[in-house]
């Protein structure tokens, strides 16, 4: 089951709407969804244009109800591949329960 679809996505951080990128990335994402096929790949588009491009606006780590930050936060070897930090920026365009999962 793709876990996008099951609820719809919440309106994206106001920055994201006065970004052309961000705003073509997640149009991508509505169609997808509205297509009834999987986003994931679409969402990574979007998480990884935050990372490179918006980094200042990447959310703090989760300190509760979440079971990735913690074991990213326990890694000695930083964020490698920046996962992390696209975990965290997925809190900008997706419904919370939906973007810890990912
Ligand atoms: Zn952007
Ligand atoms: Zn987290």
């Known amino acids: 089951m793709d876990p996008v679809g099951a609820q719809p996505l919440p309106p994206p951080a106001p920055f994201m709407l006065g970004c052309r990128e961000c705003v073509r990335l997640l149009r991508e994402v509505a169609d997808t969804v509205a297509a009834d096929t999987s ?26 109800d979440c079971d990735r ?20 920026a997925r809190d900008l365009f997706l419904p919370e329960a939906v973007a810890r999962l990912l």
Request: net charge negative; aromatic share 4%.
């Open 69 to 88: 930050c913690p074991a990213y936060a326990a890694r000695n070897d930083g964020d490698p591949g920046q996962l992390w930090a696209e975990h965290r």
């Open 39 to 64: 986003c994931l790949a679409e969402l990574h588009a979007v998480a990884r244009h935050i990372v490179e491009d918006h980094p200042d606006q990447i959310p703090a780590a989760h300190t509760r």
